[in-house]
């Protein structure tokens, strides 16, 4: 079978690789689609990232083979790759994401492949059925739009509160519907023109977060984009007692942080890590409800055969999102 790699820096390719064997409880799963995650693009492009390195998690696809009672043959499905161990002292207090098991699980070989193995460990907690009336692309928003649920979790948003997204490019724009639903105002932040109009298509809007505001700035910043000129405008923005979620953060980042100044305005610094099994399930019941249609964010298709081009135009800041499908 056909099987996407990153074997050396700065590129993909196409090799053939036998189809995994299954083992009891798991499943084989004929991939339908895959998202081409920022995570996929830092592995690929950041030489500080070991290679060969697997690529690929926003999966959706049929089921081929089945050695779990859960799932039949035939049955469409949206898969993610993590899963903890729920006996761990992490999970048990909160921090699923941060279990040892839950950071070395994996589905084999990866999203971008024809067929893919779901290991018996991970087919209760991050296999989930797709709604009949779903589009697949759809569908492949599960594991992205359940990293943003996290992040929000851990910052919980009132009615009235004043959100700023800085970055609405691909997981940016998650965020806008999100928070648009708890209540919030949003403000937009991006270089682009035409990702600030996909922003306020979703609820967004553009200006001075202290106008929105009424004057006290944004009660979270949430950054897709890290580094010290995004650093200072969350400074800048946030309120006296705000928030700060650093999300899209690489390797090797070492921006300056004014600390007397979050000290003394009493401003958390609060991060989120890919994930729970739990906010998948919750991911795909709110994609199923009206007004959460991202598949219209795909900006890109590509054929297994051509990912590499995608890969190629996301890197170069051509693409917003792009998705492989079979």
Request: contains cysteine.
């Given at each position: ?54 690529l690929g998690h926003e999966i959706v696809g049929i089921v081929a083979e089945t050695r779990s009672a859960r799932f039949a043959v035939g049955q469409r499905v949206a898969v993610a790759h993590h899963a903890p161990d729920y006996s761990s002292h992490y999970t048990k207090r909160g921090s699923a994401t941060q279990d040892p098991v839950f950071k070395s699980s994996n589905v084999v070989p990866g999203g971008f492949a024809e067929f893919i193995c779901i ?208």
């Open positions: 079978m056909k099987h996407l790699v990153c074997r050396s820096a700065n590129a993909v390719e196409i090799i053939e690789v036998p189809a995994p064997p299954l083992a009891e409880g798991e499943l084989l799963v004929r991939m339908v689609a895959c998202g081409i995650c920022g995570t996929d693009l830092m592995k690929v492009y950041d030489p500080a990232v070991a290679k060969p390195v697997q290991p018996a460990d991970l087919v209760p907690h991050t296999v989930h059925s797709i709604p009949e009336s779903m589009p697949d692309l759809r569908a492949v928003f599960m594991e992205p739009l359940a990293c943003c649920l996290r992040a929000l979790e851990r910052v919980p948003v009132r009615s009235g509160d004043t959100a700023l997204v800085v970055g609405v490019g691909a997981i940016g724009l998650l965020f806008v519907p999100l928070l648009r639903d708890l209540g919030a105002n949003v403000v937009a932040s991006d270089v682009r023109a035409e990702r600030m109009e996909l922003a306020a298509r979703w609820g967004a809007v553009s200006g001075d977060v202290h106008a929105v505001s009424h004057g006290r700035g944004a009660d979270v910043v949430i950054l897709t984009v890290v580094n010290e000129a995004t650093l200072h405008l969350a400074l800048r923005s946030v309120r006296d007692g705000g928030t700060l979620i650093p999300f899209g953060v690489k390797p090797g980042m070492m921006p300056v942080v004014d600390l007397w100044q979050m000290y003394r305005r009493e401003i958390s610094l609060v991060t989120s890590y890919s994930a729970t099994p739990e906010g998948l399930k919750q991911a795909l019941e709110i994609l199923a409800r009206p007004g959460f249609e991202l598949e219209t964010t795909i900006s890109h298709q590509f054929e297994l055969d051509e990912a590499a081009e995608g890969f190629a135009l996301l890197h170069k800041a051509q693409a917003s999102k792009v998705v492989v499908t079979a």
